[in-house]
């Protein structure tokens, strides 16, 4: 029985060697993998600003229509105008929604001062690029908030539709509020939604979407500079007979692919970005015009840990830092150190952190 002996004691010896070696790895290259490391933790994006002619109707429609509350109101605060390269003597008012019960997912109103504001994507169709398409909130009783938004002056693309996607059967309603504001409104209707105890008629914010015009630039940036995780890619045209909620002819719909991928920095679809390319129908690039302190949805907001680190690693990655590091107040948080920089298609983003 000399084999098995031979056959175990061989593997034996395998064993401690590969051991050795790996205690040899861990000793010699700790320090190295440790440098590599990321100093810095980017958390999906808190809040979205929009720039907006009138706080008061914005703020009563999520109120009145979504039961959100307002959870801070005031002038802006000199530091935050200065961000925003903008003159001092712009002022500007805000107020910050949220559904009541949540920490993040908020709505921040910022009515500007000033008379010289364009819309950041004026009368723009869905695969126009640049800026922010739109925020995406969960609703329940789709038809009630259809009838009372279109009452209030909201439009859209279409009526709400109902589709599969992946394992959920959704009706979605992209809608069209005052200054642009695009609201993506999304009811689960199989399976149950659960998990949100305080989603009562509009949920928290929790995901952004951005037409882009070359996929593999906006992941260069979100995925490769960023660290951005994938939670979701899909590519295809839509199915027979056309139907879609982004006001595509039904012909073209068919025909026009879309690349969709959904990304955060821990790979959730919480305060994460939304990114489509139309394959074969294109229009405007309206980045240019996605700046302060224009009409439309401003900017996302992403906390982050570690700051100064963020922005070393964005400099080097060649990323033009647009903006700080600057001190900023941020009610009703507090005081803030950021920085701004901007997507490959116009997307103003701040990453935030706050003072002890």
Not at 73 to 87: C, F, H, K, T
Not at 289 to 307: D, H, K, S, T
Request: proline residues 6%; hydrophobic residues 45%.
């Amino acid at each position: 029985m000399i084999y098995p002996y031979a056959i175990c004691r061989s593997a034996t010896v395998k064993i401690r060697f590969a051991r050795l070696t790996i205690l040899l790895l861990l000793a010699l290259f700790p320090l190295k993998l440790a440098a590599e490391a990321p100093a810095f933790r980017i958390g999906g994006w808190s809040e979205v600003v929009m720039s907006v002619s009138s706080l008061e109707t914005l703020s009563k429609d999520f109120i009145e229509v979504g039961a959100w509350s307002v959870l801070a109101e005031g002038p802006v605060d000199p530091s935050a105008i200065r961000a925003w390269r903008l003159a001092e003597t712009v002022k500007a008012e805000q107020v910050l929604l949220g559904n009541p019960g949540t920490e993040t997912g908020f709505v921040r109103l910022v009515r500007f001062d000033t008379a010289e504001r364009a819309y950041m994507r004026p009368n723009a169709r869905a695969w126009e690029s640049g800026g922010i398409l739109d925020i995406n909130i969960r609703v329940k009783d789709m038809d009630a908030k259809y009838r009372e938004l279109m009452r209030r002056g909201w439009q859209a693309h279409g009526d709400p539709l109902q589709f599969s996607f992946g394992p959920f059967v959704v009706r979605e309603w992209i809608t069209l509020g005052p200054d642009g504001m695009s609201v993506a409104l999304i009811e689960r209707i199989e399976p149950e939604f659960e998990g949100w105890p305080h989603f009562r008629h509009f949920s928290r914010s929790f995901n952004s979407t951005q037409v882009v015009r070359d996929m593999d630039t906006a992941l260069g940036f979100y995925r490769d500079v960023l660290g951005f995780q994938q939670y979701l890619y899909h590519e295809g045209a839509s199915k027979p007979p056309g139907e879609n909620v982004l006001g595509l002819p039904y012909e073209a719909a068919m025909k026009v692919e879309r690349k969709v991928w959904i990304g955060h920095p821990e790979g959730l679809n919480e305060g994460s970005v939304e990114l489509i390319e139309f394959v074969g129908a294109s229009g405007r690039d309206l980045a240019d015009l996605a700046v302060p302190p224009n009409l439309g949805l401003l900017m996302l907001r992403f906390p982050v840990e570690g700051l100064d680190a963020l922005a070393a690693h964005l400099s080097a990655a060649g990323v033009k830092i647009e903006q700080g590091p600057d001190l900023i107040l941020l009610p009703p948080s507090g005081m803030a150190r950021q920085i701004s920089v901007r997507a490959p298609d116009g997307a103003w983003l701040d990453f935030y952190e706050l003072e002890d």
